[in-house]
C-alpha cells in the first residue's frame, strides 16, 4: 500500500536525525556566544572617534548586508583554501555565521546604545567618569535590557540559518536528512520529521523570547517580598 | 551671607557658538567659596549652556576657566589651545557637582547604588564607607527610607532629591544646578528647594540656574540676569529685584513676576 508518512522509517531514522539536531544546537550555541562579544566590539569601533576605524566597520557591515549568507558560508569554505586558509566544515561554518551575525547583532547593539538618553551620558560625565567607564557602569547595562529580545528574534533566525551549512557538508539536521533521503527515497516522511524538531526547538523559544520582551518592559522595579 | 573672598569657579571671557548661533558672547564671572549665585533670564539666554561649560558638557572655543585656582580643561599654547587627557578632565568634574533638570537618575540602578556609582568606580572609596555615606545623604535630603527602591518608583521631587544626594556623594567643591525645579509639577517644587537652601545654609558654593524668583530671591548671595548670551547686570537680589537698573532687567522681571 502506497503511504507519504511512513512511521516505521521515521523511527529507524529518528536516531541519526537527532544527531544531526545536536549539530545543528551546537552550531547554534557556539555561533551566538562568538557573535554576541565580537558585535559589541564591532558596535564600539563603529561608534568610535578614530574615523578610518569607523568606515572600516561600516564596509564589513554593508558588504556582509549585501551578500547572501549562503555565499559566504561557500566563500569561507571553498575560496579561502584557494589563499591558504584550510579550515574544517564546522570550524568554516561557525566563522562565516558569526561574520554574518556579528554584523547583524552589532547594529542592535549601536541602536540599543543610542536609544540611551544623552542625559544618561551626562549624568556620568559630571560624575567624573571616564567614557569607557561609562559605557561599562551606565550606558551597556541598559542599553543590552532593550536589545534582549531583538536579540532573541535574531537567535531564533540562527537557529534556522544554520540549515544552510548543509551547502559545506557540515552534518547538521538538514544534511543528515539529505543524506538520508538519498539512501530510502522517503522524502516525506524525513523532511517531516526535521521540519518537526526544529519547531520543535523554535516555537518554545519565540515564546520565550516574547516572555522576555514583556519582563524588560515592565522596567526596572524588582518585586519584593 | 559670609562668603569668604577666595574664588571656587572663576570665568574669564568665556565664548560659546552653536554653529552660527553665538551663545555665549563673553561671559566673566567669579564664584566666592561659599556663595550662591543664582542665575536668571529668558530661556535661550545662555544659562544652562554657561552652567554645562563649567563642567566641559560644552566646549567653550574661547576663554578661561578655573575651578578653585587651577586652570582646568585646556592650556594656552602660542596661538591656541592643548586640551587637556580625557583623564585629567573627568577629574576636574569628579570635584563639582551638577544637578540637571531632568535628574537623569540611572534607572537600572537603586536609589543607594545610584548614590555610590562614581564614589565606589570613580574615587574608589570602600563600598561599605560609600554605602554609610549615601545613607547619611538620603537623611539630609529626607528620602532615608527610600534607599533600596529605584527611580521609577519615586516622584519628580523625590528623584530629584536623590539626584542631589548623588551629586553631593562626590564632596564637592561646588554644586551646579540646571533649572532643577522646571521639570517638576508645582507641588513638588517646595521639597526640592527645601534642600537646596539646606545645602546654601551648610556653606555649599552653588551656581544655580533657576526660574524661581523667590528662592534667588531669599537664598542668593548675588543675582546676575543674562541675556542674549551676556551678564546684563549683576547684584545682591534686594537691589536686583527691587530696583533693576537696567530696562532689559526691567522688562524680564515684570514679564516673570506678573504671573
Not at chain 1, 88 to 110: C, H, K, P, Q, W
Not at chain 2, 133 to 157: F, T
Request: proline letters at 4%; charged letters at 20%; a positive charge.
Amino acid at each position: 500500500m502506497f503511504e507519504l508518512f511512513n512511521p516505521q522509517v521515521a523511527v529507524q531514522n529518528v536516531g541519526p536525525l537527532l544527531a544531526g539536531l545536536l549539530i545543528t544546537v551546537e552550531l547554534t550555541f557556539v555561533v551566538i556566544t562568538l557573535s554576541l562579544v565580537c558585535a559589541l566590539f564591532v558596535a564600539l569601533a563603529g561608534m568610535s572617534r578614530l574615523a578610518p576605524l569607523r568606515w572600516v566597520v561600516k564596509a564589513y557591515i554593508e558588504v556582509i548586508r549585501g551578500t547572501p549568507l549562503l555565499l559566504q558560508l561557500i566563500y569561507v569554505y571553498y575560496v579561502l583554501p584557494e589563499i591558504g586558509i584550510r579550515l574544517d566544515a564546522f570550524t568554516a561554518g561557525v566563522l562565516a555565521l558569526t561574520l554574518n551575525y556579528s554584523a547583524y547583532i552589532s547594529e542592535v547593539y549601536r541602536s540599543g546604545i543610542q536609544a540611551i538618553a544623552r542625559g544618561q551620558h551626562d549624568a556620568a560625565a559630571a560624575l567624573g567618569m571616564t567614557h569607557a567607564l561609562a559605557m561599562r557602569r551606565i550606558i551597556l547595562p541598559q542599553a543590552i535590557r532593550i536589545v534582549v529580545p531583538a536579540l532573541g528574534n535574531y537567535f531564533i533566525g540562527l537557529f534556522k540559518d544554520t540549515a544552510l551549512c548543509s551547502a559545506v557538508s557540515i552534518q547538521e539536521l538538514v544534511f543528515t536528512a539529505q543524506v538520508h533521503a538519498a539512501l530510502n527515497f522517503q522524502y516525506f516522511t524525513l523532511y517531516t520529521v526535521v521540519a518537526v524538531m526544529y519547531f520543535a526547538v523554535s516555537f518554545p523559544a519565540a515564546r520565550l523570547v516574547n516572555y522576555l520582551e514583556r519582563v524588560t518592559k515592565r522596567g526596572y522595579r524588582r518585586r519584593r517580598a | 551671607m559670609t562668603a569668604d573672598a577666595r574664588p571656587m569657579i572663576e570665568i574669564e571671557g568665556l565664548h560659546k557658538h552653536f554653529g552660527l548661533l553665538h551663545v555665549l558672547r563673553g561671559i566673566d564671572l567669579a564664584v566666592a567659596v561659599g556663595e550662591v549665585v543664582c542665575i536668571i533670564g529668558p530661556s535661550g539666554s545662555g544659562k544652562s549652556t554657561l552652567l554645562r561649560c563649567i563642567n566641559h558638557l560644552e566646549v567653550a572655543e574661547q576663554g578661561r576657566i578655573r575651578i578653585d585656582g587651577e586652570l582646568v580643561y585646556r592650556d594656552e599654547v602660542a596661538g591656541g589651545f592643548r586640551a587637556h587627557s580625557n583623564r585629567a578632565i573627568a577629574a576636574v568634574r569628579a570635584q563639582v557637582g551638577m544637578v540637571f533638570q531632568h535628574f537623569n537618575l540611572f534607572p537600572h540602578l537603586s536609589v543607594t547604588g545610584n548614590i555610590i556609582e562614581a564614589p565606589v568606580h570613580v574615587l574608589r572609596k570602600p563600598k561599605e564607607e560609600a554605602r554609610r555615606r549615601a545613607l547619611e545623604l538620603l537623611a539630609q535630603v529626607g528620602l532615608a527610607d527610600k534607599a533600596e527602591a529605584y527611580p521609577e518608583e519615586l516622584s519628580g521631587g523625590q528623584q530629584q532629591r536623590v539626584a542631589i544626594a548623588r551629586a553631593l556623594a562626590m564632596d564637592p567643591k561646588a554644586m551646579l544646578f540646571d533649572e532643577v525645579t522646571s521639570a517638576l509639577d508645582p507641588e513638588l517644587v517646595a521639597e526640592v528647594l527645601t534642600v537646596m537652601r539646606d545645602l546654601a545654609r551648610r556653606g555649599m558654593t552653588m551656581l544655580v540656574v533657576t526660574h524661581e524668583m523667590n528662592f534667588a530671591r531669599q537664598v542668593a548671595s548675588r543675582v546676575i540676569f543674562m541675556d542674549h548670551g551676556l551678564i546684563v547686570e549683576q547684584d545682591v537680589p534686594e537691589r536686583m529685584f527691587g530696583a533693576p537698573r537696567e530696562s532689559r532687567t526691567r522688562d524680564f522681571l515684570r514679564t516673570v513676576l506678573e504671573r
